[in-house]
């Protein structure tokens, strides 16, 4: 029995020590000094603790309250808790800046989308008077879309003190600016050139062949061309975006499973973007699950009113729809597509009928086919494209998207007033 009673002291001892050992490593203690001071407008960086619960580090979860605010001179106290356990800093933020930073002009700026920016400048000095301007970090001064913004301007001396200042920039909605315009392309079928269709030369000449796509989406990507969304083309167009220059989209219209059989592997191959609008009613499912792509979209081409029976243009249905019946369309084409960003009219009809039902469905942009670029101030819902032809050569594609000084020619551009499909 003996022996019995004396392991169960011993374990018993053993425990005890363990539990003394473990709360002896529970602790928190403060990394750095107690009191720190920081120069006003400084960037104030909080050394933080080490904290142990039962031998585990825990130091990335304690929870820290009183951090200064370096706009406001002061002393603060910096509290850190874990568990049980608190700890304290004083940090006082001094009245004048450490180094001094001193902001030119005015501290805030307005200006119209796509004016230019001038900096009025700035200087900079440590305690001793040493001139530090030429070392006065400044911050990204591209604005290419409305909205506030802030430049930051930061500097630190010998011994790592740091201040940072900002100026504020205020960028307005502008459609006046000068622009080369955004080519919004209208292609509708593809093919391989050593399998033409029987049609290829019957369908107003729609077709392009894959061989010549490529090429033209291979020059896209060798030019550095941007592709922009469709919520991007809607802000340019509304005066809130700047686009790269040489920005372009691609459009594909009616959905033709031929057509999406050839665009998918183009469109992985080049990786360059494109949006079929769909004539949902024509197996609109079926396509939209079967062909999905990173590069690839659908969007409507509406649901089941790409047919003649109207009495004006085209002679499309869609401008003279009742409201309810064209708007049931429409959302069930955004339905099917997964998306109702962009329109694209049958035949390119469009009136304020048109633009009624397209709007109350909610799509941001509409497309026609009239000939030209989108342009800053234009109506969203009614947008020009650019029409794509058979045979198209390259070098007339170039023409007709490139913005003309980026051009290394004399010759005239070569458009063509386009009829709608």
Same mark, same amino acid.
């Given at each position: 029995?003996?022996?019995?009673?004396?392991?169960?002291?011993?374990?018993?001892?053993?425990?005890?020590?363990?539990?003394?050992?473990?709360?002896?490593?529970?602790?928190?203690?403060?990394?750095?000094?107690?009191?720190?001071?920081?120069?006003?407008?400084?960037?104030?960086?909080?050394?933080?603790?080490?904290?142990? !619960?039962?031998?585990?580090?825990? !130091?990335?979860?304690?929870?820290? !309250?009183?951090?200064?605010?370096?706009?406001?001179?002061?002393?603060?106290?910096?509290?850190?808790?874990?568990?049980?356990?608190?700890?304290?800093?004083?940090?006082?933020?001094?009245?004048?800046?450490?180094?001094?930073?001193?902001?030119?002009?005015?501290?805030?700026?307005?200006?119209?989308? @796509?004016?230019?920016?001038?900096?009025?400048?700035?200087?900079?000095?440590?305690?001793?008077?040493?001139?530090?301007?030429?070392?006065?970090?400044?911050?990204?001064?591209?604005?290419?879309?409305?909205?506030?913004?802030?430049?930051?301007?930061?500097?630190?001396? !010998?011994?790592?003190?740091?201040?940072?200042?900002?100026?504020?920039?205020?960028?307005?909605?502008?459609?006046?600016?000068?622009?080369?315009?955004?080519?919004?392309?209208?292609?509708?079928?593809?093919?391989?050139?050593?399998?033409?269709?029987?049609?290829?030369?019957?369908?107003?000449?729609?077709?392009?062949?894959?061989?010549?796509?490529?090429?033209?989406?291979?020059?896209?990507?060798?030019?550095?061309?941007?592709?922009?969304?469709?919520?991007?083309?809607?802000?340019?167009?509304?005066?809130?975006?700047?686009?790269?220059?040489?920005?372009?989209?691609?459009?594909?219209?009616?959905?033709?499973?031929?057509?999406?059989?050839?665009?998918?592997?183009?469109?992985?191959?080049?990786?360059?973007?494109?949006?079929?609008?769909?004539?949902?009613?024509?197996?609109?499912?079926?396509?939209?699950?079967?062909?999905?792509?990173?590069?690839?979209?659908?969007?409507?081409?509406?649901?089941?009113?790409?047919?003649?029976?109207?009495?004006?243009?085209?002679?499309?249905?869609?401008?003279?729809?009742?409201?309810?019946?064209?708007?049931?369309?429409?959302?069930?084409?955004?339905?099917?597509? @997964?998306?109702?960003?962009?329109?694209?009219?049958?035949?390119?009809?469009?009136?304020?009928?048109?633009?009624?039902?397209?709007?109350?469905?909610?799509?941001?942009?509409?497309?026609?086919?009239?000939?030209?670029?989108?342009?800053?101030?234009?109506?969203?819902?009614?947008?020009?494209?650019?029409?794509?032809?058979?045979?198209?050569?390259?070098?007339?594609?170039?023409?007709?998207?490139?913005?003309?000084?980026?051009?290394?020619?004399?010759?005239?551009?070569?458009?063509?007033?386009?009829?709608?499909?």
């Amino acid at each position: 029995m003996l022996p019995v009673i004396l392991v169960g002291v011993c374990v018993l001892g053993i425990g005890l020590m363990t539990v003394y050992y473990y709360s002896e490593q529970t602790y928190l203690v403060l990394n750095g000094d107690k009191e720190v001071s920081v120069g006003l407008q400084g960037i104030y960086s909080d050394p933080g603790v080490t904290a142990k !619960s039962w031998g585990r580090d825990v !130091s990335d979860q304690a929870e820290v !309250s009183g951090l200064p605010d370096t706009k406001t001179p002061g002393e603060y106290v910096v509290t850190y808790t874990s568990g049980d356990l608190h700890v304290e800093r004083t940090v006082t933020v001094l009245d004048h800046m450490v180094p001094r930073l001193e902001l030119k002009g005015d501290k805030t700026v307005t200006l119209k989308l @796509g004016e230019a920016y001038e900096e009025a400048g700035f200087e900079a000095e440590d305690d001793s008077g040493t001139d530090l301007t030429d070392q006065v970090k400044v911050s990204d001064q591209k604005f290419d879309r409305a909205g506030t913004f802030r430049i930051r301007y930061t500097v630190s001396d !010998s011994e790592g003190r740091t201040t940072r200042l900002s100026r504020k920039v205020v960028i307005e909605p502008n459609t006046e600016y000068e622009t080369p315009g955004l080519p919004i392309c209208m292609y509708h079928y593809v093919y391989d050139e050593n399998d033409p269709p029987d049609d290829v030369n019957a369908r107003y000449k729609n077709y392009i062949s894959k061989q010549d796509l490529i090429e033209e989406m291979n020059w896209l990507n060798e030019e550095g061309y941007y592709y922009p969304t469709w919520e991007e083309v809607r802000d340019y167009v509304d005066g809130k975006l700047l686009l790269p220059q040489k920005s372009i989209v691609l459009t594909f219209d009616d959905g033709e499973y031929a057509t999406l059989d050839q665009l998918i592997p183009i469109v992985e191959e080049t990786h360059v973007p494109v949006t079929s609008f769909l004539i949902t009613e024509h197996a609109g499912e079926s396509k939209a699950k079967k062909y999905k792509s990173e590069y690839f979209r659908f969007e409507s081409h509406t649901h089941g009113l790409h047919h003649a029976g109207g009495a004006a243009g085209y002679r499309g249905m869609l401008p003279v729809v009742d409201f309810e019946t064209g708007l049931a369309d429409l959302k069930k084409s955004i339905e099917i597509c @997964g998306s109702g960003l962009a329109i694209a009219y049958p035949y390119g009809d469009f009136n304020e009928n048109v633009r009624t039902i397209t709007e109350a469905a909610g799509f941001l942009v509409g497309v026609t086919t009239q000939f030209g670029n989108a342009r800053p101030g234009m109506d969203p819902l009614a947008l020009p494209r650019v029409r794509m032809w058979q045979d198209q050569t390259l070098d007339y594609f170039q023409r007709n998207v490139a913005p003309p000084d980026t051009l290394q020619t004399n010759e005239t551009t070569q458009t063509t007033q386009t009829t709608g499909q």
